[in-house]
DNA sequence: ATGGCTTCATAGTGAAGA
């Protein structure tokens, strides 16, 4: 079962390159972020002409996750439980047994701003759910943009980066808090090339430099990531006309059923 | 580099992203 997260900066703008990425990338599951748009703008038709169900959970201008998949998702969630907030950054649904958990985590904006402290709240607010699905679902998988580079392996200039939301110490003993109450990084699950990012600034030919952060993960149960065949980044729609900021990231599960 | 690009909302520029 092949899982993958992409945060797409506009599905409306992004809809080909979706298409084309679903037709040649073919994962069970895609979660999307940043999706941009309302529940009654979402291009349903489009993608269930591509093969895909669609479930998402979206708002105007910002922000806003959808699940694309083979099969029909169930069991959908919307919002992190007893938690106040206004923007869609959250969608749960189960897909073929597995229990699929979509993130558009804060981005934080800098640390001494009031979104660092909602970013955090909300940090702190999914932790408390996720140890509670974890004993509701053996099978679950948490992906979608953290924006949380959780090791300095994860930046392409650690110095320069020093002081900065996505890379600080309370981010990453956030990030590392996940990690121990039994999700796994899938993607340090196996042995890979240094410098591998995600996310690119647009600007100054970030890309093309390799300049970059790793902030989209896909992290699993011990179940899960006993059966995980490979992580990876897809930087192959990065580099098409009018990208996305961020790339694909993916993992393959070898699941008995 | 102080978002240097990109998107959205808007009809000038400003907010937001990472």
Redesign the pocket.
């Known amino acids: 079962m092949k899982i993958a997260s992409w945060?797409v900066?506009?599905?409306?703008?992004?809809l080909e390159h979706v298409q084309e990425w679903l037709a040649s990338a073919q994962p069970d599951v895609l979660a999307l972020?940043?999706i941009?748009?309302?529940d009654e703008q979402f291009p349903l038709t489009e993608i269930q002409e591509t093969g895909y169900h669609a479930v998402f959970s979206g708002q105007?201008?910002?922000?806003g996750v959808a699940i694309l998949s083979r099969e029909p998702a169930t069991d959908l969630i919307k919002a992190i439980p007893n938690f106040e907030d206004e923007?869609r950054r959250v969608l749960a649904a189960t897909v073929n047994g597995v229990r699929i958990i979509d993130l558009?985590?804060?981005?934080?904006?800098?640390l001494d701003?009031d979104?660092f402290q909602y970013k955090l709240q909300w940090l702190k607010a999914l932790h408390a759910w996720l140890q509670e699905e974890l004993t509701k679902y053996d099978k679950l998988v948490v992906l979608g943009?953290f924006?949380i580079a959780p090791d300095d392996r994860d930046v392409h200039d650690p110095a320069?980066w020093v002081g900065?939301?996505?890379v600080s110490p309370e981010e990453r003993n956030i990030f590392q808090g996940l990690i121990n109450m039994g999700l796994v990084d899938t993607f340090r699950q196996f042995e890979q090339e240094e410098a591998i990012f995600s996310?690119?600034?647009?600007?100054?030919?970030?890309f093309w430099r390799n300049n970059?952060?790793r902030?989209d993960h896909i992290l699993a149960s011990t179940a899960m990531s006993q059966c995980c065949q490979s992580s990876n980044v897809d930087k192959k729609p990065r580099k098409k006309k009018?990208?996305?900021?961020?790339a694909p990231v993916v993992a393959d599960f070898l699941l008995d059923s």
């Open positions: 945060n900066n506009s599905l409306r703008v992004r972020q940043e941009k748009m309302v105007k201008t910002y922000n923007q558009y985590v804060p981005n934080g904006s800098s701003s979104k943009d924006n320069a900065h939301n996505l996310w690119w600034d647009y600007r100054n030919g970030a970059g952060l902030i009018r990208p996305s900021d961020h």
